[in-house]
DNA sequence: CTGAGCGCTAAGGAGCTTCC
DNA sequence: GGAAGCTCCTTAGCGCTCAG
């Protein structure tokens, strides 16, 4: 996972908490006990000053009541935007605004419109969207799905493209918002967006304060992030090679030490009078290459004797660093047990959350990313018809080829594949030819021939369709 | 001949949807 | 709410190709 995206994971989970400090602590001043302290107190400060606001909105009566609950619900509906425009047109999208000043009627009456479709249908709800007139009435456009449809899949650019599905979001534990979607822990969390808890309190419209420098406080928050986050990792990257190291000990210890010790007792006996044996030779040739290096040292001293100390320290760490190798190296191999061995060997996989996505697709309009370049590589394969790697290298090549020897258009004309942006530009850097081709070029010439064949296409289905229903005629 | 690189397939994990 | 079925994705293992 990029520090980019595991930043702005963290921060859309830890914003709905965080509370703007009213001083703002210089970057500097960060890892002092101090700023943790003012922050705590300014909190604090924060929080009685809220209180007392919902006091004196409440006092004000249900009109205000209102307004503060589109405020509250303001900053999700922001979210909820954001998000939306972030995925583009992602197909399948459950999320229900959370809206905390419900209703039991209001509850009552959206489950019962919801009853007859459980999943959230969010195509029809998309197409409906209610805009106001400078008169203040509302206007509901419905877009026909249909006709859009048609038209992106009749337009050239769109024709040879295989439309994906659905998006995949990096799969990281997320925080429940909505109260139609399950928050008793089950597993249907990882591709959708991000919610907020169940018993999460009302959210309140921040006190901005002109004196602020957000921009400074955002990228200090930041930088916190940044540095916990790492922490994290580390942590829990040690922690994984201590328990493979664990695994990998114990399954020797059970299922080839122990069983052949018990079977072989006096192979194991000479083994470990070898063992001896070798510890006694590298000890000595250890001793021998020291006293041969200090011979060396006062040599060097009596000529001219100031540098050759750091060698010589470096040449024994590295002798050090060597015999401790040696000694290792000694021990016998960890080798998997028999049976693991023939028996096809159960997948350790890493989970969802664990794997990081540095691998993203090149097409527009798809934005997925995976966890290594294979499953790329099969995506583009099934999901664009954009072949194998090598079959993708090929086809640039020869298009790159055929663009310098001007025969391209006949190239194009055996094109089958849906050829990743950025495939060409790699065939021309791969071919040396940066200056005399570009990629460009050979895109558009390739969307003009692809016109001629949409063209050409229409007027067969068409004839078709025309023999279909006067078969005298044709 | 050998090892690296690549692609394909099966196995399996994880999450989503549907149904009871 | 939970089980079953489905899809998607990752990974181990195997085979093929090709350069050295």
Redesign the pocket.
């Given at each position: 996972m990029s520090p980019t995206r595991r930043s702005q994971n963290l921060s859309s989970q830890i914003s709905p908490h965080k509370k703007s400090p009213t001083k703002t602590p210089q970057l500097s001043q960060v890892n002092t006990a101090s700023s943790i302290k003012e922050l705590k107190t300014t909190s604090q400060k924060g929080e009685a000053q809220n209180t007392q606001e919902q006091k004196e909105s409440e006092s004000k009566g249900s009109g205000n009541n209102t307004s503060a609950k589109q405020n509250t619900s303001q900053p999700i509906q922001q979210a909820y935007n954001l998000r939306s425009t972030q995925s583009g047109d992602r197909k399948?999208l459950?999320i229900s605004e959370f809206n905390p000043g419900t209703s039991k009627e209001n509850i009552r009456e959206k489950s019962e419109g919801v009853k007859a479709n459980?999943?959230l249908n969010l195509k029809s709800q998309t197409k409906q969207i209610t805009t106001k007139t400078p008169n203040g009435k509302n206007v509901t456009n419905h877009h026909n799905q249909n006709i859009d449809d048609k038209q992106s899949y009749e337009s050239p650019e769109v024709r040879y493209r295989f439309a994906t599905?659905?998006i995949?979001l990096p799969?990281g534990k997320v925080v429940r918002c909505s109260r139609s979607s399950?928050a008793?822990g089950?597993?249907?969390?990882?591709?959708?967006p991000v919610k907020l808890p169940r018993n999460m309190p009302p959210l309140q419209v921040p006190n901005f304060q002109d004196k602020m420098d957000y921009f400074k406080e955002y990228w200090r928050l930041y930088f916190q992030n940044e540095i916990l986050v790492a922490d994290i990792e580390q942590t829990a990257h040690s922690n994984y090679k201590n328990l493979k190291k664990i695994y990998n000990l114990e399954d020797y210890y059970e299922h080839n030490l122990i069983p052949q010790v018990l079977a072989y007792p006096h192979k194991f006996q000479h083994r470990i009078n070898q063992q001896k044996l070798q510890k006694q030779q590298q000890q000595q040739k250890l001793i021998m290459q020291q006293k041969q290096q200090q011979e060396l040292l006062q040599q060097m001293k009596s000529k001219d004797g100031s540098q050759p100390q750091q060698s010589t320290n470096n040449d024994q760490s590295n002798n050090n660093e060597g015999s401790s190798q040696g000694t290792n190296g000694n021990a016998p191999p960890m080798t998997m047990s028999k049976d693991r061995?023939h028996k096809?060997?159960?997948?350790?996989?890493?989970?969802?959350?664990e794997?990081e996505?540095d691998f993203t697709c090149p097409y527009a309009d798809c934005g997925?990313?995976?966890?290594?370049?294979?499953?790329?590589?099969?995506?583009i394969?099934?999901?664009h018809n954009g072949g194998?790697?090598?079959?993708?290298e090929k086809l640039a090549k020869t298009l790159v080829q055929a663009y310098i020897n001007g025969s391209i258009n006949r190239e194009l004309d055996q094109l089958d594949l849906n050829l990743p942006p950025g495939a060409l530009q790699k065939a021309v850097k791969k071919a040396g030819l940066v200056q005399a081709v570009s990629e460009n070029e050979i895109l558009r010439q390739i969307s003009n021939q692809l016109q001629v064949h949409s063209a050409a296409a229409s007027t067969i289905i068409t004839s078709a369709n025309i023999s279909n229903i006067n078969p005298k005629t044709a």
């Open positions: 399948k459950n459980k999943t599905e659905r995949n799969r399950s008793n089950s597993r249907r969390n990882s591709q959708s061995m096809r060997k159960k997948h350790l996989r890493r989970t969802a959350a794997i996505r997925k990313f995976y966890g290594s370049e294979g499953s790329l590589n099969l995506h394969k099934i999901k194998n790697k090598t079959e993708r």
